[in-house]
């Protein structure tokens, strides 16, 4: 059985209820008259009936983290072992102080986050997503799993900072699923922003139009642009840029807000991206609580999300457009700021070997 300390630690985490998972205190060596197993329950501050400990597959991982503190194989073999016995709260939790005992162990995290997610336990699966953060912090799969947190707790700006993240900061994304995308634009929905709200819609689309462009994503489209009136937030008619040489980028004058600047044409980045200094110029509208990363043509870019009032190229305008700002010491680039798909997704974009050619697309 557990000594007086370890009843005491366990009973703790018990009465805060795991809003944020407390950790076990330093393990201190074998207590006196306990097995090995008893030991490592207790320095994982997990409570079991010993009809469970007697399991093979419980008490061989136990035993094994007896002898070795920090073995990681162990570790997710008793995750699992737990698991499949029903005890999955008590699994993440091992997993938890497992990884702060060990100096951070990234898979154990992952599996205790999915298991609170699946215990609906949202506020510790979001405290535990951004410890893997921490440990991975160029990794999408950290900010994916604290997105569904935030969506669980409701914090729908916080799930949507992520969500971009996340997608930003996908390897192939040949291979990546829809789930961020449609979860994205949801939670633009519940914000009442419908306009925005296609946006991961048609980024989605735009991966792979032979497969994405469905029945399904037309109706969500055709439903976004009619709740939000989004059709009367676009106008113009056909603009031509000539494309530059390898290794040179395409500069156009644009307005925003009323406010002049050059940017760079960067039909990869998702947002229209500004430095501080002229976001500030411009009096564009910066969510200070929020914060994203961004993959641009020029590297991660690190901002706040805000919104442009308007912004013009030429005689193509568009209302409400969705920027993320960054600070002028981080941007890898001379001009004023990126124009990425916030606003050229409202648009058509054709480009062909020596041209961009960008027209005012039909309302669906």
């Known amino acids: 059985m557990f000594s007086a300390k370890a009843r005491g630690v366990f009973a703790a985490i018990i009465a805060a209820g795991l809003s944020a998972l407390p950790l076990a205190e330093a393990y201190a060596g074998p207590v006196a008259g306990t097995t090995d197993v008893a030991n490592t329950l207790a320095r ?6 010993s009809t469970v400990t007697a399991r093979a597959a419980v008490g061989g991982p136990l035993e094994q ?4 503190k920090c073995d990681q194989v162990a570790i997710l073999n008793l995750g699992n072992a737990l698991m499949q016995a029903g005890y999955r709260r008590e699994a993440a939790i091992a997993e938890v102080n497992f990884s702060s005992q060990c100096g951070g162990y990234a898979e154990a995290l992952r599996s205790a986050v999915n298991i609170l997610l699946k215990l609906s336990d949202f506020a510790t699966a979001e405290n535990v997503a951004s410890n893997l953060i921490k440990l991975e912090p ?7 799993l604290r997105a569904l947190a935030r969506d669980g707790n409701k914090s729908l700006k916080g799930a949507i900072d992520d969500y971009i ?10 291979r990546i699923s829809s789930i961020s995308y449609y979860s994205m634009a949801r939670d633009y929905e519940k914000l009442g922003q419908f306009c925005d709200a296609m946006l991961p819609i048609e980024r989605w689309v735009a991966l792979d139009p032979s497969r994405h462009d469905t029945s399904q994503t037309h109706a969500m489209l055709s439903d976004y642009a009619a709740k939000g009136g989004c059709a009367a937030t676009t106008r113009g008619g056909t603009e031509t840029f000539p494309l530059a040489r390898r290794g040179r980028v395409v500069e156009v004058s644009v307005t925003v807000n009323h406010a002049s600047a050059t940017f760079i044409l960067d039909t990869g980045a998702s947002f229209v991206v500004l430095k501080d200094s002229f976001a500030r110029r411009a009096g564009v509208d910066l969510d200070e609580n929020t914060s994203v990363h961004l993959l641009t043509a020029n590297g991660i870019v690190d901002g706040k999300r805000g ?6 190229l030429r005689t193509l305008k568009a209302s409400g457009v969705p920027v993320v700002v960054e600070a002028d010491s981080a941007a890898a680039y001379h001009a004023d700021g990126l124009l990425g798909l916030s606003f050229l997704s409202r648009f058509n974009v054709i480009i062909d070997a020596h041209t961009v050619r960008i027209t005012s697309r039909k309302p669906r």
Do not use: C, H, M
């Open 165 to 174: 993240t996340a997608i930003e900061l996908f390897g192939n994304k040949d």
């Open 138 to 144: 160029y990794g999408d799969n950290g900010y994916f």
């Open 307 to 312: 919104r442009a009032s308007t912004i013009q």
């Open 65 to 68: 983290l007896g002898r070795e």
């Open 44 to 49: 994982l501050a997990v409570e079991l009936p």
